[in-house]
């Protein structure tokens, strides 16, 4: 009863008004979060002001099944007659069941007649709508506002600009798209189209600038800008305004704005800046400010409003505090508008400022054992929520820019921590338990993050090394002064900073070895006595016969009190090789504490005793291409690389083993392309196909041709074509020519290519099986017998012929029938006149075996 209630109430408030006058001409529907699934909204029209259909109530559809109506609270009256009617209240709140995406909307009779892109406007509904999403996994949500109103006019070959002007009080980020306008239920409207332009009409994604250069034809023109908000990713509502544009013919010049662009400013920061407006008609101008930093309840920003003729400057002025910092710019959208006639011209300058959190201050690094304490002074900004800690190798020496935040990838600084509230200052870097290495300078950079994902501006870089109290190992490498035996050189740095009182002598080294990378299985296979002798050969391998790398540490063993430590664990450069076609591809993957940052590889051609250098590169693996197949190349790697930390060997040399390789002829050539057509006559298919010697390869030998009767099976060969100039084959022999079919290239090694394209042949590419009207069995040797036309891929029929009594005078399953004129029944010739029949054809088609059923008549002829 309710229900019909409030349809009879919308009844008596829309329809009988729509009597009297036309009127609206723009709108939108916001929303604002109240508790839980309550939400209140704000109707927002813009109507003809002498209008007697103007509205005191409104009715409104939730989206959950239900309507209210909302009154109207508040009407401002603008220049050229035109309203802006707000409604709302107590009565615009409503609660929803439970979380779902909900099509909030309002609809009304009167639109403005005229409109030149709305065929028969003053019949179309006006519809808005907004999107609300209640998503608890995505925290509570407002709408955006619309802070500009939508009746900025334009004249005839004049640049036109508006900006809806909105503001998302969560700081989420905004984009912005033209629709088509909607009209009765929300459905798109028949004819509606884009106002016309010879240039552009658009809007900015991202601005919302709405740009139509240059209108031709003055009238009334209706657009819609859908608006989109979006958190984390996600799509979590939108808006849509309505809007009316008028277009008059004038000679007047729009006024044109002077002011910065885009910038960024750090929280606790005053900015300011001047916007000048000129005018070349010397009209009077006002230049006017919205936006988010101008509206928002704490510090806002201020801009004065003035006016003056010809030129106008007025200053932007902001005292930025934390609470201001968020992920995406505000807009701040200037405006200036001049008193021209018949229409006031507009200019409109969108500047986005980003305000950006202060680095966390005072950013120290210390080491102790084989860790890196680090402490920092806490943010100043209360609305953070943690921090980030980036380490990297070595000083890099990063300023960050005006709007850059973080700590940009391109600094090699890396994420190591993750620190979820803004009272813990000292973080202890023990690379995630396994500890430090010795020899690595390592730097840090802090950054400040807020709820809604904004980073702060990152702190200065802050750096340490572990203190140099246990050896440092700086080669693993086969020995180069013979590197056919294919030993392992060892070397090591020794500790300069051990404390002899906690740690007394005498000392010794401990050499462990361990077959792969990164080594677990340690064994003890040596010992050098004194902290000098830091050198040692394992000649017990043969790194160029073994096929494995070995790893390494060296322990710091005193007599007195046992083991003190150890190195990191390195391994030996080990080289493997992959065997393709005229190529073979090393690749390495060392295990070891310094840096490397360049490999040289040298080869030995056949037949050759030296080894050349082929070239460098900072990846770990190379390409040798063009050689012999069959031929053998052996190959060695020097690595090139260092520690960070001063007072170390630099450069710091390594060899690989020593691997030979031989290319072979593993590359199957490319696949063919195929090309297929049918004969009829002869019911086969003829195929043909490039020849990929002519643009891949050299060695194609011969080709498989595969094929399968049905679409759904595997295809299987066929036959085989050989000579690699032999491109084509005929397949016969099938009662069908449906069938699908592939062909490979085999080269002289046999490596057969990927199948070619396939190509599938169904029975429609030839004339369908069909019977004759007509037929004259008088033995005169032409048309004596009733026969198909030309057929292909039939298996069998079923047919019966009748004769007008409906008695089968014949029958067969033979598809060609043969029928002679006779009745089955006594052989007697059948009189002259006409049969009617009715066969079912089964057809052999790439789906499978398929009946159709034929009917029709056939007439006897005799003379």
Known sequence: MMKKFILFIFFLITIIPSIFATHERAGEITYKHITG?????????????????????????????????????????????ISRNVYGGIEARHTFAAPATYIISVEDPNRNYGVLNIPNSVNIPFYTESELVINPFLGVNNSPVLLNPPF???????????????????????????????????????????????????????????????????????????????????????????????????DNLPPEIFTIDDTCVEAGSFLEFDVVATDEDDDLITLTAT?????????????????????????????????????????????????????????????????????????????????????????????????????????????????????????????????????????????????????????????????????SYASLEACA???RDLPIITNVSNDSSNLGLGHCFLAWAKPVELDTIKFPGPFQYQIFRAIGIPGSDFQLIGNNIGLNDTLYFDKSINLNQDNNPYSYKI???????????????????????????EELQLSWSPYVPWNNEAYIIYRQDPEESDYDSLGWTNDSKYYDRNLINGEKYCYYIKSVGDYDSPGLISPIINFSQQKCGKPIDNKPPCPPELFITTNCDYAENILTWTNPNNFCCDDVAKYNVYYSHLETEELTILASVFGASDTTFTHQGSFSIAGCYAVTAIDSIGNESDF????CIDIDSCSIYSLPNVFTPNNDGRNDYFIPFPFTSVERI?????????????????????????????????????????CDVYEMRLSGLTKRTLSGSVTILRE
Not at 170 to 178: A, E, M, N, R, T
Not at 560 to 580: K, P, R
Request: aromatic residues 12%; negative net charge; hydrophobic residues 35%.
């Open 37 to 81: 699934l309550t939400y209140e909204i704000t109707i927002v029209t813009y109507t003809f002001t002498p209008s007697p259909a103007n509205r005191i109530e409104m009715l409104v559809l939730w989206g959950d099944g239900s309507a209210s109506i909302i009154p109207l609270i508040e009407k401002i009256n603008y220049p050229n007659n």
């Open 555 to 581: 322990g710091l063993h005193s007599e007195s009190i046992g083991e003190i430590g150890s190195t990191q664990n390195a391994s030996s450069l080990f080289i493997n090789i992959y065997e393709t076609d």
């Open 465 to 467: 090394s572990l203190k």
């Open 798 to 838: 079923d047919i019966e012929i009748f004769d007008r009594w409906g008695r089968i005078v014949f029958e067969t399953h033979d598809p060609k029938i043969n029928w002679d004129g006779k009745n089955k029944n006594n052989n007697s010739d059948c009189s002259a006149g006409v049969y009617f029949y009715v």
């Open 152 to 250: 900025d006019n334009g004249c005839v070959n004049r640049l036109y600009l508006h900006n809806p002007g909105a503001y998302d009080v969560d700081g989420d980020s905004l984009s912005y798209q033209l629709i088509e306008c909607k009209g009765a239920n929300g459905l798109p409207i028949p004819g509606y189209s884009l106002p016309m332009a010879s240039n552009i009409f658009s809007i900015d994604s991202y601005s919302g600038d709405v740009i139509w250069d240059m209108p031709e034809i003055q009238g009334e023109y209706n657009i819609a800008i859908l608006i989109k908000e979006w958190r984390n990713g996600y799509e979590i509502g939108s808006i849509i305004r309505d809007m009316q544009i008028n277009i008059v013919a004038c």
């Open 291 to 455: 936006g988010g930093p101008i509206v928002m309840q704490n510090n806002p920003a201020e801009f004065p409003i003035v006016d003056s003729l010809s030129k106008v400057t007025s200053t932007f002025s902001w005292p930025t505090v934390c609470s201001h910092v968020q992920k995406y710019p505000y807009q701040v959208y200037f405006k200036a508008i001049d008193n021209s006639m018949p229409v006031n011209l507009v200019d409109i300058k969108t500047v986005n400022i980003k305000v950006i959190g202060p680095p966390p201050e005072n950013l120290s690094a210390e080491a102790i054992g084989n860790n890196i304490h680090l402490n920092w002074d806490k943010t100043i900004c209360e609305n953070a929520i943690g921090y980030k800690l980036f380490r990297r190798k070595g000083y890099y020496g990063f300023i960050h820019g005006v709007c850059e935040t973080g700590v940009p990838a391109y600094t090699g600084y890396k994420l190591i921590k993750e620190i979820k509230s803004i009272e813990d200052t000292i973080y202890v870097d023990d690379n995630n338990g396994i500890g430090l290495v010795h020899g690595i300078y390592y730097c840090y950079i802090i950054i400040a993050y807020y709820p809604d994902g904004a980073e």
């Open 756 to 759: 070619s394209n396939i190509v």
